[in-house]
């Protein structure tokens, strides 16, 4: 379910836009309530409407057609909008599985990834999300401690996709938690395509709902290392270590 014209395209979308830029709290509340009253799902609100409507709310901003404070009168009634929805999800039986998620430190990547951690749970997932701004010996640590199923960044800024390539990294050379997958998601990873292949994620999903999805239907899916480009001779030249080769016998062997 991401931003699909069905209400991303309508005059509900619009007017919650100008009621979210108004700050008008308890219109936007009662405009919600009306859509539910219709039968309307809250996890159908959450990935079709309040994340879509973040993203507008961002690029409107940065084209300079909203204020500041419109920025921050509609950033923080959506959030508290997609508070209100996440009690209203259904929660289906525990699946036995476990997911620990992470994200971007900015709004939207925050939104983003509190979004995909309330479709998980609603889903049956055993959550964990830690947010935004985490390093990388932390995130290491709740892995070890959790051992989670999935792990899954979402919407990572684009200045944290290295640190993201090389927790990757560490996990591969470690073979920690070796029955985990590594999955990438929204912002970033997709706005520029298959990065999330060439960092060595193991699935990647456009937005939260297709989070949920792929994470069911793709199980079994793991990382390769021909789909790995980025840090390629690294690898390759650990590799050669191992076998006792030299590195330029190594490199040469991948370039033939």
Not at 7 to 14: E, F, G
Not at 102 to 112: H, K, S, V, W
Request: charged share 25%; proline share 4%.
């Amino acid at each position: 379910m991401s931003f699909a014209p069905a209400l991303s395209n309508t005059k509900l979308a619009q007017n919650y836009m100008n009621l979210l830029l108004a700050g008008d709290r308890q219109a936007v509340r009662e405009m919600i309530d009306q859509v539910i009253a219709t039968g309307t799902q809250a996890g159908t609100l959450l990935s079709e409407l309040i994340w879509p409507t973040m993203e507008g709310i961002q690029q409107m901003y940065k084209d300079d057609q909203i204020t500041q404070m419109q920025l921050n009168l509609g950033t923080r009634l959506n959030r508290q909008i997609c508070d209100q929805l996440a009690g209203k999800l259904p929660m289906h039986p525990k699946n036995d599985r476990k997911v620990l998620i992470f994200c971007g430190d900015a709004e939207p990547e925050e939104l983003g990834g509190q979004i995909t951690a309330d479709l998980f749970e609603s889903a049956g997932y055993t959550v964990r999300f830690g947010g935004g701004g985490v390093p990388n010996d932390e995130i290491l640590k709740m892995i070890g401690e959790f051992r989670p199923d999935l792990l899954v960044m979402f919407a990572t800024l684009p200045s944290g996709v290295p640190h993201v390539r090389k927790l990757i990294d560490y996990l591969r050379d470690v073979n920690s938690c070796p029955d985990m997958q590594v999955m990438c998601a929204g912002g970033i990873y997709k706005r520029a395509e298959g990065l999330s292949d060439e960092i060595g994620a193991d699935l990647y999903a456009a937005d939260a709902a297709k989070a949920v999805e792929i994470a069911e239907t793709q199980q079994a899916r793991r990382h390769s290392l021909d789909q790995q480009t980025v840090g390629r001779m690294r690898r390759i030249k650990k590799a050669a270590i191992r076998r006792g080769d030299t590195a330029d016998t190594a490199i040469q062997a991948e370039a033939a």
